[in-house]
């Protein structure tokens, strides 16, 4: 009995199959391939999908131009380039439209053209209707009669003939104005001048009120009492300077 069993349990250990051995890994393979599979992942990360042309070109019309732009030139902008009705307005703001300061300056001295911009500025002070106090407004009659004594003492003939027939200009021109009979007398009580110089400035401005006309100038100057022009305080000389001026 004990024989049988034995060559049945031979039997069945020969019908059974032969399991495969697996061979073993060591740690240096195991860590090897673990690497080799995270490089794999790694490059298919890195992989660059292409992007298709109408996205890059977005991406370069977003790029700010960074190239200096082209300066336009400055155009200068001169007088002339106004237009014509700013160059009225220019004109007609002026002092005087009959008397040109620049054109005469090639003519006469830098002292005979000091007198006339003293008379253009008392015309600005002293414009009618400007609120004035008696004595500011003296003050300007007194720089005006201070123009006119340099006029008529200080020029020689040649430039006081220029620099007078100019003045008569603008006694003409705005002889409804500051030039008026009523305007250029002015606070006469505060002129601050001498009793002899105070007659002597009111009968100059009585010659160049009748004679600033040119039309009638001729005429008029010899209906004049020129005793009573130079009643007082011009001398000879600056007397016949003025004659001499009216063809007398």
């Known amino acids: 009995m004990s024989n049988k069993r034995q060559q049945l349990n031979q039997q069945n250990q020969q019908a059974k199959p032969v399991e495969e051995e697996k061979p073993s890994l060591d740690e240096d393979t195991l860590l090897k391939e673990a690497l080799a599979r995270r490089a794999q992942q790694d490059a298919a990360l890195n992989t660059e999908e292409e992007i298709p042309s109408f996205m890059q070109e977005a991406a370069v019309a977003d790029v700010p131009d960074t190239t200096t732009p082209e300066t336009t030139p400055t155009q200068s902008f001169e007088y002339q380039d106004l237009p014509n009705h700013i160059e009225e307005a220019k004109i007609e703001s002026a002092p005087s439209q009959v008397v040109n300061i620049e054109q005469l300056s090639t003519e006469i001295s830098a002292g005979a053209i000091s007198i006339l911009q003293t008379i253009f500025r008392y015309m600005e002070d002293m414009a009618v209707g400007k609120p004035l106090q008696p004595k500011e407004g003296a003050r300007y009659q007194a ?8 006029m008529c ?7 006081f003939n220029i620099v007078y027939e100019n003045v008569l ?4 021109e705005h002889r409804e104005g ?7 007398y002015r606070f006469p009580e505060e002129w601050p001048m001498s009793s002899a110089e105070h007659a002597a400035f009111a009968h100059l401005l009585t010659l160049m009120l009748n004679t600033c006309d040119r039309k009638t100038r001729y005429q008029v100057s010899r209906k004049l009492n020129w005793s009573y022009v130079f009643e007082i305080y011009y001398p000879e000389g600056v007397q016949n300077r003025i004659r001499s001026f009216y063809d007398l």
């Open 143 to 150: 720089q005006l009669w201070g123009a006119l004594k340099a």
């Open 153 to 159: 003492f200080n020029l020689d003939d040649r430039e």
């Open 169 to 172: 200009k603008l006694f003409y």
């Open 178 to 184: 500051v030039f008026s009979q009523d305007a250029v």
